[in-house]
């Protein structure tokens, strides 16, 4: 009887600890990825990501989008699901609204990853690199390499920014240009086009065939025989736009910026049809966003860098800034 009395405890105490433990899952915490298929470095990035949330004991969903509808759907599964995080990246709130309004009733918290959703107070967390600062790298680039601080010039320049109704874009613009500025005021920065305010340079939906198209006619229109010296791209999808809308121009090679470091615009930057991008390391990010999820499903405050800045409409969005850097010709094999 002692034996069986004794075995009944042992029983009782692995049952316990079963129950523990989430009884098999019962307890375990669901994360939903929803990414967007481009740029490269978000799906790669989200890859990265489910793998190292699911070896620390996370149940993770990813679902990577090509439409609004794809989304939207993945989105409400998430909800229906019971996930306790959802983690964002793109996307347009028209699209996405039933969903995030869903996950707000649940109390379900959502992270923005590397793109702010407007018009909502559902996201509770963003996380990114400083596309100020972003901009303000190009435009100190340009400034050093092109001997502004030196006084020559002049140099002819143009502005290919990201799509107007992303703050990213527009706080990338404003980094640029602020440096920039100064030397068009001066003289010694010529934009021959006129277009330098934010709206009049923004590429829709970062689509590198709009800006190939307003290229085009920029070569027609500005560039038939005159140089084209610089042109501030914000994306390497704008930069490869920029790139074939030069397809008939025949002065000499303008530094074209980028942002990204695809492996395209790599290959561009050792070629010289670029004269550099922006790395966003897809690690650094990510390690920050995974803190920051764990943060949130253990109830505690994520760790946050900016409480100023990214204003999505709506409401101030609690954020962690992670840094960029550039790669050229210089650094390119440490890319």
């Known amino acids: 009887m002692k034996k069986i009395a004794m075995l009944l405890v042992l029983l009782l105490g692995v049952c316990g600890l079963i129950l523990a433990t989430g009884c098999g899952g019962q307890n375990e915490k669901k994360v ?5 298929h481009e740029p490269e470095r978000w799906t790669t990035g989200a890859q990265m990501m489910q793998e190292q949330l699911k070896q620390d004991g996370v149940q993770v969903t990813l679902s990577i989008f090509t439409t609004d509808e794809d989304q939207a759907q993945a989105l409400q599964e998430a909800v229906d699901a019971g996930a306790n995080c959802i983690v964002l990246a793109g996307g347009d709130i028209k699209n996405i609204q039933a969903g995030l309004d869903a996950a707000k009733a649940k109390n379900i918290p959502v992270i923005d990853y590397d793109s702010l959703t407007l018009d ?3 996201i509770a967390y963003y996380v990114t690199f400083d596309n100020y600062g972003v901009g303000e790298a190009m435009g100190k680039y340009i400034e050093q390499t092109k001997g502004l601080k030196k ?13 107007a109704a992303d703050i990213n874009a527009k706080l990338m613009y404003q980094g640029a240009y602020d440096v920039l500025k ?6 010694q920065l010529v934009v021959p086009s006129g277009q330098q305010a934010y709206e009049q340079t923004a590429t829709k939906n970062w689509d590198g065939k709009a800006a190939q198209a307003r290229m085009t006619d920029l070569v027609q229109s500005q560039y038939a025989g005159r140089n084209l010296d610089i042109v ?10 920029v790139i074939d809308g030069l397809a008939g121009y025949g002065g000499s090679w303008p530094l074209i ?8 615009a790599l290959d561009y930057v050792r070629n010289g049809r670029m004269g550099f991008t922006i790395k966003k390391d897809a690690l650094v990010l990510n390690q920050k966003c995974i803190r920051m999820i764990k943060a949130v499903l253990e109830g505690s405050q994520p760790e ?3 409480t100023t800045t990214y204003n999505n409409g709506v409401r101030i969005v609690p954020t962690y800034l992670c840094v960029p850097r550039i790669i050229d010709k210089n650094n ?3 890319s």
């Open 120 to 122: 909502t107070d559902a």
């Open 257 to 264: 910026t980028g942002q990204d470091a695809d492996k395209k």
């Open 232 to 241: 501030v791209a914000a994306s390497d999808s704008i930069a490869y736009g």
């Open 304 to 306: 946050i860098n900016n």
């Open 151 to 163: 006084g020559q010039g002049p140099y002819t320049i143009e502005f290919f920014s990201g799509n």
């Open 32 to 36: 939903a990825l929803i990414f967007s």
């Open 182 to 187: 100064p030397y068009i005021d001066k003289g």
């Open 332 to 334: 390119l094999d440490e």
